[in-house]
């Protein structure tokens, strides 16, 4: 258990839907970054949040946003899906060290129908 | 731009043989390289990391990966497979830009025989 934990485990909806995934990084982590892992493109990086702000984009869709909450608790809201945002989405935490491993949660697994 | 290659999909070994599951690596510096596990409907594990100072860094669960500056590989090495490291093996590595993301290679399938 690596002390991340992701909700839902799963979930099923409709394109055109909106969803939100959930977040709670490990306690004293500030760190929270976004992953979306698929067949053919692999597991991408998608945004990082450091202590409520936003610290770097990577290759997430305008359709796509995401907050961190005082809390540090982190949730990525999904628009007006598509089917190819079906996909395993991850969440890692880490505290603020580059030296320092991500440790990730056990992910959400959305299918787009 | 910093990446990893892995250059095998598939590694197949008997258990108690030795395995190895490589990676290359393209930096510019130093690199921060990761090796990450991933068992079925689960989430990334982490195995070990390099950073700097010794070659052969130890990781978990009898995990090894040699850091290799000349060749710039990063191999995953166990001296005798057991039928549960049958996983998919991601190598990874950080990014030095204005993000500290991990960029992650394509994965190597490591299946275990018995």
């Known amino acids: 258990d690596s002390g991340v934990t992701q909700t839902p485990k799963h979930l099923i909806t409709a394109t055109g839907q909106r969803v939100t995934l959930r977040c709670s990084p490990r306690s004293g982590d500030l760190s929270v970054y976004w992953y979306q892992q698929s067949l053919d493109q692999g597991l991408q990086f998608l945004i990082q949040y450091y202590n409520g702000e936003e610290r770097a984009k990577g290759n997430i869709l305008e359709r796509f946003s995401a907050q961190q909450f005082p809390d540090l608790h982190s949730e990525l809201n999904l628009s007006s899906l598509e089917l190819g945002d079906s996909a395993l989405y991850f969440c890692a935490s880490s505290v603020e060290d580059i030296y320092n491993e991500q440790f990730f949660g056990p992910g959400t697994r959305l299918t787009v129908l | 731009a910093q990446s990893v290659a892995q250059p095998e999909d598939q590694v197949n070994v008997a258990e108690g043989n030795p395995l190895t599951v490589k990676c290359t690596y393209s930096v510019s510096g130093n690199p921060y390289l990761f090796w990450y596990v991933q068992y079925p409907n689960r989430g990334l594990q982490f195995l070990l990391k390099?950073?700097?100072?010794?070659?052969l860094v130890k990781g978990s669960y009898g995990f090894e990966a040699e850091f290799n500056k000349s060749q710039t590989s990063f191999h995953l090495k166990k001296p005798s497979a057991l039928v549960s490291d049958s996983a998919l093996y991601f190598c990874?590595?950080?990014?030095?830009?204005?993000?500290?993301?991990?960029?992650f290679g394509t994965g190597t399938r490591l299946q275990v025989f018995p």
């Open positions: 990874a590595v950080r990014d030095m830009g204005n993000t500290d993301k991990l960029i």
């Open positions: 390099y950073i700097t100072g010794d070659n």
